[in-house]
């Protein structure tokens, strides 16, 4: 990553890194992937934010998601990644990759909805252009 990011390339960064998440799904599982097109930018700290974004994975009925996020995790674990892993409100195992760009992570866990996979984004940290107003979807 370089230095000094814009928006527009920390979301482009981000949606990709979402993208290579969700190719780990086995094939057989994976039925749709829907990217939100837009997110939300969020403080990092007094001068930068990062973009926030989602995609969820619809995958096959009956799929074990649990063994799917442990895969996952494991990959990333082989790669020198830090992740942690714990349980969501419902009790599902949720992992978190935080890669080292301040403010980069992906959280991935069970959806809200049967047979689905939520991945939770948050791109490196950058610095707004002078004037732009952080409120709003991006």
């Known amino acids: 990553m370089k230095a000094e990011l814009t928006w527009q390339e920390a979301k482009a ?8 998440i ?4 086995p094939k057989n599982a994976d039925i749709s992937i829907d990217q939100k097109k837009k997110g939300m930018l969020l ?15 619809t995958v096959a009925e009956g799929t074990e998601i649990e063994p799917i996020a442990r895969a996952i995790e494991a990959h990333y674990r082989a790669k020198g990644t830090k992740v942690s892993a714990d349980s969501n409100p419902n009790e599902d ?3 978190q990759i ?5 403010g980069e992570n992906y959280i991935v866990s069970e959806g809200l909805a ?6 939770d984004s948050g791109s490196p ?7 732009i107003y952080p409120g709003g979807d991006f």
Do not use: V
Not at 13 to 20: D, S
Not at 22 to 25: D, E, G
Not at 114 to 119: L, R, T, V
């Open 43 to 57: 403080s990092c700290n007094k001068t930068q934010h990062n973009w926030k974004g989602f995609t969820t994975i």
């Open 98 to 102: 935080d890669l080292p760009a301040p």
């Open 22 to 25: 969700a190719a780990l799904i």
């Open 93 to 95: 195992y949720r992992i």
């Open 114 to 119: 049967p047979n689905q996979i939520d991945i």
């Open 13 to 20: 960064h981000t949606q990709a890194m979402e993208l290579e």
């Open 125 to 131: 940290c950058f610095t707004l252009p002078e004037g």
